[in-house]
């Protein structure tokens, strides 16, 4: 594991496989963690990554990086992740710092990919600032944000993340990040501009979600048209910061988000 994600940059669209199921039991330090600018190539994961059923255990996201990326996949482009499971412990301060802070339990920040068939388990969450944030927070169990458009970005790119659960509780501890998008799978859908939609379907959440503007079993927020079809949050209980606009939903918490499409 290790070697992979000292190695993953030198070798652009190759296929990964995980052949046996791993203990970490540490700190990690995201794979695709340099920068959320796409020219810089080594910072971006872009292959396949298949955990052909199997689990690593113990992942410890304990601190942000100077991009505010946070994942056992920090960033990833035009990728495919499928069938890895994963235990995750988050107990982060994000800084004022940051403009932007991505936390997924898969992957923090991730452009035309597709998660399948993967599972999380979130052991603990909390996520605090010390100070007054500037931040942004988005953060979902399976991603902390998913966008799709073509490279020109004139049309939106019909992807599918399906089959994903997520157990656990989210919890953002202070109640002074400015915006905090928070999903019980994905935090925030960005569709670009265009015409067209993202569809995520049969993923489960169960668990609890504390804290955020904008708060969803499944989806945090999105900006355009998000279908969400047969997708389940089963004993969740969703709480927003209730600071004067926030928003919660049971499957989407705010904006282009429409269910059962």
Not at 122 to 143: D, F, H, I, P, Y
């Amino acid at each position: 594991l290790g070697i992979f994600a000292e190695t993953f940059n030198e070798h652009e669209g190759a296929y990964y496989q995980l052949t046996a199921d791993i203990d970490y039991n540490d700190a990690w330090n995201p794979i695709g963690n340099g920068a959320t600018e796409l020219e810089d190539e080594k910072a971006t994961f872009k292959g396949t990554f298949d955990g052909n059923g199997h689990k690593i255990t113990n992942l410890k996201f304990t601190k942000t990086n100077d991009e505010g990326l946070v994942g056992f996949f920090g960033f990833a482009y035009g990728s495919y992740i499928h069938d890895l499971e994963v235990s995750v412990t988050i107990d982060l301060s994000v800084s004022k710092l940051l403009e932007e802070a991505y936390i997924g339990g898969i992957v923090g920040y991730a452009e035309n990919t597709q998660v399948d068939n993967c599972k999380v388990n979130v052991l603990k969450c909390k996520v605090a600032s010390a100070q007054v944030a500037a931040s942004t927070v988005m953060m979902g169990g399976v991603a902390g944000y998913i966008a799709y458009y073509d490279p020109n970005n004139q049309a939106i790119m019909t992807s599918f993340n399906t089959n994903n659960s997520v157990s656990g509780n989210l919890r953002l501890t202070a109640p002074n990040f400015p915006v905090a998008s928070v999903g019980g799978v994905i935090g925030f859908v960005n569709t670009g501009f265009g015409s067209g939609s993202s569809s995520i379907t049969n993923n489960l959440f169960s668990g609890v979600i504390e804290g955020g503007t904008y708060v969803g079993g499944i989806v945090g927020t999105s900006s355009y048209y998000v279908g969400l079809a047969n997708n389940i949050a089963i004993s969740a209980s969703l709480t927003t910061y209730g600071n004067g606009y926030s928003y919660a939903g049971g499957l989407g918490g705010h904006s282009g988000v429409d269910i059962n499409k």
